[in-house]
């Protein structure tokens, strides 16, 4: 079972970006997925989660900009990042708490590669 993330780039202060992670392999059931997002020489830090029933939290820093969903048929979680500003330029990574393989076999604190946003005029 692996994470994929993209979407990342190159955007204005302001603008909008959409991340999106994709869980592959042998999966039965993905539990909490979430975005965390680090900057050079700090540590990585939680952006938003959701559960797997869609309850949703998020950092007071991207409250009210950042929507975090997810598509339970397609295992994948996204980041829709509406006005932007460059103190969110970071590399934003997906994780997963949990993925079942089967009803009693799972892997756990799962990541993704990393995509890189950044934002600057």
């Given amino acids: ?14 603008g909008s970006l959409k991340l999106s992670c994709a869980a ?15 900057t050079p020489g700090k540590q990585r830090e939680l ?9 949703t939290n998020y950092a007071d820093s991207v409250k009210g900009r950042f929507t975090i969903s997810r598509d339970n048929a397609k295992n994948t979680v996204y980041l ?18 949990k993925i079942y393989s089967d009803p009693s076999t799972f892997q756990y604190d799962l990541w993704g590669q ?7 005029s």
Wanted: with cysteine.
């Fill in 80 to 97: 829709q990042m509406n006005s932007l500003k460059p103190e969110d330029t970071a590399v934003y990574y997906c994780n997963a708490q």
């Fill in 47 to 55: 952006v938003a989660i959701i559960s797997s029933g869609g309850n």
């Fill in 114 to 120: 990393g995509t890189l946003v950044t934002v600057s």
């Fill in 1 to 14: 079972v692996q994470l994929q993330a993209s979407g990342g780039g190159l955007v204005q202060p302001w």
């Fill in 24 to 38: 592959s392999g042998n999966i039965f059931k993905v539990n909490a997925m979430a975005w965390y997002r680090q």
